[in-house]
């Protein structure tokens, strides 16, 4: 049996908690408790922005939260589980709960693991969830994406839309599930509307708990830094994306929106400002850089996502803003200053 | 950061500071736009390129006032020198106009982008990748942006082919047309003079992947540059066709060749 109930799972008040999904346009805002309230899947409840967007919609849905990798605390009215998306016991959560939506955040990061387990995770694992989707009846899911998917190129155009070309598994092997992955999301979001599909291509991510490459980088005291390079970058705060997560499922327009604010900086820059100190790494010949990276093994930086610290991957973020009426509350200073400040309290 | 800072201290003037303020330029909180534009590493590279503008290149301009002090705007003029000089020239003469100020956008070509130190340098300038999409998304951000339409065929040219203007691109002119922008054109006279070019070692240049390796001296010569910015043309749609856009295209070309011999007929020889 692969499914391991949580302690704190109420699975008889979730079995009679049936509630209707409404039609595009949004679910009830503030639906009382003791209503009967929709009931929402969230994958990868684990980490720090599921946990956000957790506790942004746990007042208003009945939550059911997956993690393949822990079983995550969760608070009374909640289900728990650890499961593998493409173990044959995920069935059973849709079989226990009527599942309306599902926010799907649980992507293994570009340095977990390899990239075949990465593949079968997040390409064959999101590939078995939109299918129970479809096979149970669910009508929404909001997919977590990257920008990665882009892929670092010297010759990117600035403010890259919805649909500039995703040309990261170019670049490297250890990419392709980022974009398998996105693929497939945009091959069910046209040929099953039903299923109303979001998917979010957010920016580089940062903030307090994020654990990705980027947030790695920024909480060293010495960071590499490639001789010549600085590219432009962006930055959203955690809780500015858990908002955008949380917003996009609540209105509901099916389609492909970039997340990001409009406010960009230089890499480099960003490394002074969050208190890194950039320690300065050949860049060419094109492989001394990559051999470095490897010698060296950090999550933070990975030999695949050297590009990204050389050449600009800049969003255009728009669509998202005029269709949901985004505006992220915090600015590039505050981002900097978490990770600045757990420094100098010793923290980081 | 240090050496910036340093150099902006002995470099940037309060008057290069103070019109540079005075440029409006939409940028984030930490003076970046989204190409990579920094406003201050702008006065920086302002400050350094005077001596050459003033003293080096002793630059006269004419029709300054014809440049409107905001909105988007396509600067079309004839590329020449072998370097893009005439690019810098142009940029630092709308830079510090005392009319309006405007810091504008050169596209340049993609193997920069490439280059360390040299790509971000030249997009902290203002400078950035010659992409359609780039000119597109720049042009809705009401920015100013210079295009040589002749592109290397007009940089590179050899000493025989001096003043002549070589095929332009169309790319600007549906640019243009599809994003209603003004052109101005401009005719630059001096800048031929600056690499005299007998000829061209194009085997040398295939082996080095390089666009042309051209004979020449070693730096450029302090000729006298003078820049004549023309009056604003505004070209409206449908575009018909091709055709119909290369005729639209000679006008501009017509235009800057008046600018061109203008220029030659007030000018007493290559350093006056």
């Known amino acids: 049996m692969d499914i391991r109930i949580s302690e704190g799972g109420d699975m008889q008040h979730m079995d009679s908690a049936v509630g209707v999904l409404p039609e595009a346009g949004g679910l009830p805002a503030g639906v009382r408790v003791g209503e009967k309230r929709p009931q929402v899947l969230v994958t990868g409840a684990g980490g720090a922005l599921a946990q956000m967007v957790i506790s942004l919609l746990k007042d208003r849905y009945q939550l059911v939260l997956v993690d393949f990798r822990r079983r995550v605390r969760i608070d009374e009215g909640m289900a728990s589980y650890q499961v593998e998306y493409n173990k044959r016991g995920f069935e059973d959560i849709f079989r226990r709960h009527k599942i309306e939506a599902v926010i799907h955040l649980g992507r293994m990061g570009v340095y977990e693991s390899t990239h075949r387990y990465r593949y079968n995770q997040n390409v064959l694992g999101t590939k078995r969830l939109l299918d129970l989707c479809l096979k149970y009846g669910v009508h929404q899911v909001v997919v977590l994406s990257t920008y990665f998917v882009y892929g670092a190129s010297p010759y990117n155009p600035a403010l890259l839309s919805e649909e500039a070309p995703l040309k990261a598994s170019e670049l490297t092997m250890d990419l392709v599930d980022s974009v398998e992955l996105e693929n497939l999301a945009s091959i069910y979001l046209w040929k099953h509307p039903e299923l109303n599909i979001t998917i979010l291509r957010p920016t580089n991510i940062a903030g307090p708990g994020v654990l990705n490459s980027l947030s790695l980088m920024l909480s060293r005291k010495f960071a590499p830094a490639l001789l010549g390079f600085s590219p432009m970058m962006q930055f959203i705060h955690v809780e500015d994306m858990a908002d955008a997560i949380v917003l996009a499922f609540e209105k509901n327009v099916p389609g492909i929106y970039n997340v990001a604010a409009n406010d960009w900086v230089a890499f480099r820059e960003a490394l002074v400002q969050c208190g890194c100190t950039p320690v300065p790494v050949p860049s060419v010949p094109e492989n001394l850089p990559r051999r470095i990276s490897r010698a060296l093994g950090w999550k933070a930086w990975p030999a695949y996502l050297l590009n990204y610290y050389k050449y600009p991957v800049i969003l255009d973020g728009s669509l998202f803003k005029s269709t949901f009426g985004f505006k992220p509350k915090r600015s590039l200073a505050d981002i900097f200053a978490h990770y600045r400040e757990k420094k100098e309290m010793g923290i980081l | ?272």
């Open chain 2, 1 to 272: 950061m240090a050496l910036r800072d340093l150099l902006k201290k002995y470099v940037v003037s309060e008057k290069t500071n103070e019109i540079v303020n005075r440029i409006p330029k939409p940028v984030g909180s930490f003076g970046y736009d989204p190409w990579g534009y920094n406003s201050e590493t702008f006065k920086l590279g302002l400050g350094l390129f005077r001596p050459f503008f003033e003293r080096y290149f002793r630059v006269e301009t004419h029709g300054l006032e014809n440049i409107p002090p905001e909105g988007r705007l396509l600067i079309i003029g004839n590329h020449s020198g072998q370097l893009p000089i005439d690019g810098a020239l142009v940029g630092y003469a709308l830079a510090t106009n005392p009319h309006a100020p405007r810091a504008v956008r050169a596209m340049i070509e993609r193997v920069f982008t490439t280059l360390p130190y040299v790509g971000n340098m030249l997009n902290k300038w203002g400078a950035v990748l010659g992409d359609p999409e780039n000119c597109v998304k720049m042009l809705r951000n009401d920015e100013a942006i210079i295009v040589f339409p002749e592109g290397i065929r007009g940089s590179g040219k050899p000493w025989s082919e001096r003043y002549k203007l070589q095929r332009f691109g169309l790319g600007f002119m549906h640019l243009a047309i599809t994003e209603r922008t003004p052109i101005i054109p401009v005719g630059i006279v001096g800048c031929e003079e600056t690499m005299p070019t007998p000829f061209h070692l194009k085997t040398l240049a295939k082996l080095l992947g390089i666009p042309y390796a051209p004979v020449t001296t070693p730096v450029p010569l302090p000729t006298k540059v003078r820049i004549y910015f023309g009056k604003p043309m505004v070209f409206e749609g449908p575009i018909l066709g091709e055709d119909d856009t290369a005729v639209k295209v000679e006008r501009v070309k017509d235009e800057i060749r008046a600018l061109i011999q203008r220029g030659l007929s007030e000018r007493d020889g290559w350093f006056q």
